[in-house]
């Protein structure tokens, strides 16, 4: 993952108490017009399963769990909005800034993944979120991150394409050089060294951010945000009636196989969660509901399996 730039973190100090409280609406918010959008496309609502946990000495807060499973079109989808608060930031958060490193801190976001069961459309994953770290006596210095990054089984030129452009879209407003920057981080975050492979076709990823200030940080993430349903829905809208085969379906599980390698070997937010002692259910929510592995398996070529790895999940523009 690139360095994240940290652009002075006295620039980045806010009494943003008030702020936190804005940030949390949003999040909750945006988490229900999300599920709201989703059900409704999948025709099965997503319950509701709110969280709190036991004030203590390590870890406090809660959250909202939405979830769907078994649905018409999603074969299992989260979406999760947490608020927890510490007295010392895990390990996962205070590397890239290890002059924090024992401060306290406050976590909120919204994050989803959502598994269709037809294989050809794609998986997706989102998230937005916001930290402050906390010391007896000093402001709090906050940053913001996020992103969203889509995973498709059979690729579609035009559906990445469009994937990229409401991204971009979304960040223009903000910098023209904030979505190739982004872009790259995604392609850098979102990838399996061990496999030598890109998870999938990408998308955008930032963290640490903090360098206009808190307000337009905050617009940003908002703009982010909000540009979610406008990047996925018209994909899945154009795929859903695709017809599929077992033999898809197989291929769809041995891929699946590869977002939980990543989920739990290099993802910095199930890190964090599971080091700071969050809820294990939520944390997982991303995990699909099938996958399986296969011993040194490769696509025959020509086929529509072996496309995907020579022409999607490779680095590449989309633009």
């Known amino acids: 993952m690139s360095e994240p730039n940290r652009s002075a973190d006295n620039a980045a100090q806010h009494d943003a108490s008030h702020d936190i409280a804005a940030v949390r609406d949003y999040l909750t918010g945006l988490q229900t017009r999300i599920a709201d959008a989703l059900g409704a496309f999948d025709g099965a609502a997503f319950a509701t399963d709110a969280w709190t946990r036991e004030p203590g000495a390590h870890l406090r807060g809660g959250g909202v769990t939405r979830i769907l499973e078994g649905g018409t079109f999603f074969e299992r989808g989260g979406i999760g909005f947490s608020d927890v608060a510490g007295d010392a930031l895990p390990p996962s958060a205070s590397a890239a800034r290890p002059q924090l490193a024992g401060r306290g801190f406050e976590a909120l976001g919204v994050s989803l993944v959502m598994h269709p069961r037809n294989p050809h459309c794609p998986t997706v994953?989102?998230?937005?979120?916001?930290?402050?770290?906390?010391?007896?006596?000093?402001?709090?210095?906050?940053?913001?991150?996020?992103?969203?990054?889509?995973?498709?089984?059979?690729?579609?030129?035009?559906?990445?394409?469009?994937?990229?452009?409401?991204?971009?879209?979304?960040?223009?407003?903000?910098?023209?050089?904030?979505?190739?920057?982004?872009?790259?981080?995604?392609?850098?975050?979102?990838?399996?060294?061990?496999?030598?492979?890109?998870?999938?076709?990408?998308?955008?990823?930032?963290?640490?951010?903090?360098?206009?200030?808190?307000?337009?940080?905050?617009?940003?993430?908002?703009?982010?945000?909000?540009?979610?349903?406008?990047?996925?829905?018209?994909?899945?809208?154009?795929?859903?009636?695709?017809?599929?085969?077992?033999h898809e379906r197989e291929f769809q599980a041995y891929r699946r196989g590869r977002y939980v390698e990543f989920n739990l070997v290099f993802d910095r937010g199930t890190h964090f969660g599971l080091q700071s002692g969050g809820r294990t259910e939520s944390i997982l929510l991303s995990m699909p509901p099938v996958a399986n592995w296969r011993y040194d398996w490769q696509p025959e070529p020509g086929t529509p399996e072996a496309r995907l790895y020579r022409d999607f999940l490779v680095r590449r523009e989309w633009l």
């Open 125 to 246: 994953h989102m998230n937005v979120r916001m930290l402050t770290a906390v010391k007896a006596g000093e402001a709090p210095i906050f940053w913001f991150g996020g992103g969203m990054d889509l995973t498709p089984v059979y690729g579609y030129e035009e559906d990445a394409a469009h994937f990229h452009r409401v991204c971009r879209d979304a960040l223009s407003p903000f910098g023209a050089d904030l979505y190739p920057r982004f872009k790259t981080w995604c392609d850098d975050y979102f990838y399996l060294k061990h496999r030598n492979e890109q998870r999938g076709i990408g998308g955008i990823f930032f963290d640490d951010f903090s360098e206009p200030g808190f307000d337009r940080s905050f617009a940003m993430m908002k703009s982010v945000g909000d540009a979610f349903l406008n990047a996925y829905l018209p994909i899945i809208e154009r795929r859903r009636d695709t017809p599929y085969t077992e």
